[in-house]
């Protein structure tokens, strides 16, 4: 069965470094998104990306944060200057179409420890 | 803003229990998730429902609008069955965007051989 993979699975950066997450979709899915899980805490969302743009973004999803889709098959999340509270799982998932009932596929997380 | 609210929040039982977690929510939504988060952090998709009941092996979700609430059932537990439950909605008014979910904080389930 096809799946969404993320790299790294784990990734420690020193604050105030630039990272780049990465995921890779299931390859005819249109939609994609983004969710955090701080340590101990609910999954949030972060972003959702459709059509080479940002279709809706949460107020987490600050300047520090952006997406993009480089070669039509990596989807990427780029934390341009790293904080201690921005380490926590961070999920890839992506969906084959807008309609309500089209499932949610997830990766399996990047864990991002900022020292 | 959605709010999604568990219960219970920790759950132990004995193998073979018929187990129920329940999720309510603030808000009318297009679809509710169930998903699976295991010790490693990963989440696996269990059931996307709008209405009436799903079944997946010994798995059961049900869904009533009217009330804004929805259960998950697992019948004949078994230790494999111990991870984190959570619910998430996806509405316009979630907070998560038109697309994005709105998660609840999870069940975690422990089942004991």
Same mark, same amino acid.
């Given at each position: 069965?096809?799946?969404? &993979? $993320? ?24 939609? !994609?998104?983004?969710? #955090?899980?701080?340590?101990? $805490? ?26 993009? #889709?480089? @070669?039509?098959? +990596? !989807?990427?999340?780029?934390? #341009?200057? &790293?904080?201690?509270? @921005?380490?926590?799982?961070? !999920? ?15 990766? +399996?997380? &990047?864990?991002? &420890?900022?020292? | ?5 568990? *219960? ?22 297009? %679809? ?28 059961? %979700? ?13 019948? %004949?537990?078994?230790?494999?069955? *111990? ?7 996806? *509405? ?22």
């Amino acid at each position: 069965e096809p799946e969404v &993979t $993320q790299t790294p699975s784990h990734q420690v950066t020193q604050m105030g470094q630039e990272v780049i997450l990465r995921c890779v979709p299931i390859s005819n899915h249109l939609y !994609f998104y983004w969710y #955090r899980q701080i340590l101990g $805490q609910k999954v949030e969302f972060l972003v959702s990306f459709y059509n080479n743009e940002i279709s809706e973004k949460s107020e987490i999803f600050d300047d520090q944060f952006s997406v993009e #889709r480089p @070669d039509g098959s +990596n !989807f990427t999340l780029k934390i #341009r200057s &790293t904080k201690l509270e @921005d380490s926590a799982m961070y !999920f890839c998932a992506s969906r084959a179409s807008f309609i309500s009932f089209s499932p949610l596929h997830f990766g +399996n997380g &990047t864990r991002l &420890t900022v020292t | 803003k959605n709010e999604v609210e568990q *219960s219970p929040q920790n759950l132990t039982a004995q193998e073979g229990e018929f187990i129920t977690i329940n999720c309510s929510y603030s808000v009318g939504i297009s %679809a509710l998730h169930w998903l699976q988060q295991h010790p490693g952090g990963g989440i696996v998709s269990l059931f996307m429902l709008s209405s009436g009941k799903k079944k997946h092996g010994r798995l059961i %979700a049900t869904i009533n609008i009217q009330e804004k609430h929805s259960s998950l059932h697992i019948t %004949a537990s078994h230790p494999r069955d *111990s991870a984190v439950y959570i619910c998430a909605v996806r *509405s316009p008014y979630s907070g998560g965007g038109a697309d994005g979910l709105t998660f609840g904080k999870g069940t975690h389930l422990i089942i004991q051989p």
